[in-house]
């Protein structure tokens, strides 16, 4: 584990330009690329740095399969992926190794060749691989694929390291990180944002960007703003130490792998996620629909305790009151031992040679989900001076560096170089056709 990053005792710097609301990827990166540029950033984490999905996801940073609306910010991040562990000095675990999804049947092998014509515009390197290919690349698999959707230039990075340090490189460029410190809500003055509210005390500032991930909705909620996203339970292991069957990253039905630095795997089920009914899909759900169909084949609905602490959790409160950010410190939510053991049963059978691994650790995460699982980098035009960088659904470790830099320059008023019109908030409200691009 990464040493601790931010710090719990500081004071808060009575102003910024900028307050971000989390200390996930998002936060961090956008604390990282404001303060590299001289934009004065106070980022105010509820927990501990990284505690929720930046820590706790598979490690793909990938652009194979993504949302066309995405590629220009996930090609960027793995630009700066690449240089970001020497521009800062410490190795993120970044390692351009690939990743491979392989192909159950002769119609995933259709899916992928979709995706490949938005490959070949962008002229990424991502390849369609016949079974043979498929077999020389993963020589120590014992499955029948029918082939693979490849890209060899995505990767991998060590989600434990990955967010603490460019917190800590934030840090060195001036960027106030205030762990154990939740932001309440917001002061106004003639309707535009004067100030941000931490259990602290107040931060007078003009820009207030949350980066709350799984709690955005909800903090929005309390502004009177809807935010829709639902989150999703995924589960995940990693094993001790094991021979090498990939260096990179292999996605199938059965079972998805990462190698790790420390010689062993990520592991999680291919092919289940569970989808946890909330108070919020009362809210939002007819908003999923259309990924509710698309899904619906390896979706896990399941009604849990979570239901009733949602329903009871209060969405409203003042700035003087303790709020619900401040009670869950770290979201942990248990993981699912059935999901897992059929994942880890699957790897063993898949990989062979891996039939002696054991497990060291299980964990689970909830993921923010929106309903085209395209995250919100945006403006919220009703409160001058709020912004969201929220819903990444699922994907948003690979893209978080470049995610960083587009809101760093939404709020820091540099050139925009990256296109943000697909992350708008206003796509939910006017009229758009708003669905997932694709089950890739
Ligand atoms: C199991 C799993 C596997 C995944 N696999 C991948 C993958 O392989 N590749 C990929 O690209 N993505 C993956 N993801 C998704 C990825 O992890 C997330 O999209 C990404 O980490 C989101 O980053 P974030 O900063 O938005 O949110 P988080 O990392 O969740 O950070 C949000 C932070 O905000 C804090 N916060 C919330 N409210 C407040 C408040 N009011 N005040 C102060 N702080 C607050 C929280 O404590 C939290 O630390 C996976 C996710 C999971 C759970």
Redesign the pocket.
């Known amino acids: 584990m990464a040493e601790a990053t931010g710090n719990s005792g500081a004071t808060l710097p009575p102003s910024v330009d900028v307050v971000i609301?989390?200390?996930?990827?998002?936060?961090v990166s956008a604390a990282y690329y404001l303060a590299k540029a001289g934009v004065s950033v106070a980022l105010?984490?509820?927990?501990r740095?990284?505690?929720?999905?930046?820590s706790?996801?598979?490690?793909?940073?990938?652009q194979q399969g993504r949302d066309p609306a995405e590629l220009p910010t996930i090609m960027e991040s793995l630009r700066l992926w690449r240089g970001l562990g020497e521009e800062i000095g410490e190795d993120l675990g970044f390692r351009q190794t690939g990743v491979i999804y392989a192909a159950e049947t002769e119609a995933d092998m259709a899916s992928y060749e979709s995706w490949l014509e938005i490959a070949k515009q962008y002229q990424l390197d991502t390849k369609l691989i016949s079974a043979q290919e498929l077999k020389a690349l993963l020589p120590d698999a014992d499955h029948k694929w029918a082939g693979a959707l490849h890209t060899p230039s995505d990767g991998r990075a060590e989600?434990k390291k990955a967010?603490p340090i460019i917190a800590r490189a934030a840090e060195r460029l001036g960027a106030h990180v205030v762990t154990d410190?939740?932001?309440?809500g917001i002061e106004t003055e003639g309707g535009r944002l004067s100030a941000v509210v931490t259990e602290r005390g107040p931060i007078k500032t003009g820009t207030l960007v949350v980066?709350?991930?799984?709690?955005?909705t909800l903090?929005c909620r309390n502004l009177g703003i809807e935010l829709p996203a639902l989150n999703i339970r995924?589960?995940?292991l990693r094993t001790s130490p094991a021979p090498e069957v990939t260096d990179g990253a292999v996605w199938s039905k059965q079972v998805a792998i990462?190698r790790r630095e420390d010689g062993g795997y990520t592991v999680?089920h291919g092919y289940a996620t569970e989808f946890l009914v909330t108070p919020a899909l009362l809210r939002y759900g007819h908003r999923f629909l259309s990924a509710y169909k698309m899904e619906r084949k390896r979706l896990r609905v399941r009604l849990k305790r979570q239901f009733l602490d949602e329903l009871l959790r209060p969405t409203h409160w003042r700035n003087d009151e303790v709020?619900p950010?401040e009670k869950t410190?770290?979201?942990d939510p248990p993981p699912n031992a059935t999901i897992l053991n059929e994942a880890f049963a699957n790897l063993k059978s898949v990989y062979p040679v891996l039939k002696d691994v054991t497990v060291a650790e299980r964990w689970?995460?909830?993921?923010?989900v929106t309903p085209d699982a395209v995250p919100v980098i945006s403006p919220v035009d009703s409160i001058p001076g709020l912004y969201l960088?929220?819903g990444?659904?699922?994907?948003?470790?690979?893209?978080?560096p470049g995610a960083g830099k587009v809101v760093a320059e939404m709020v820091g008023g540099g050139p925009q170089t990256i296109d943000r019109t697909p992350f708008r908030y206003s796509r939910f409200f006017d009229g758009s056709d708003v669905r997932p691009w694709s089950p890739v």
């Not at 105010?44 to 927990?47: L, T």
């Not at 980066?211 to 955005?216: C, D, E, F």
């Open positions: 609301a989390g200390g996930g990827i998002i936060g105010c984490e509820k927990g740095i990284a505690g929720e999905q930046s706790r996801n598979w490690g793909y940073v990938r989600p967010a410190c939740a932001v309440r980066a709350g991930g799984a709690w955005s903090f995924s589960s995940v990462r999680s709020t950010f410190r770290v979201l689970a995460g909830l993921i923010d960088a929220s990444f659904s699922g994907h948003g470790f690979g893209i978080g």
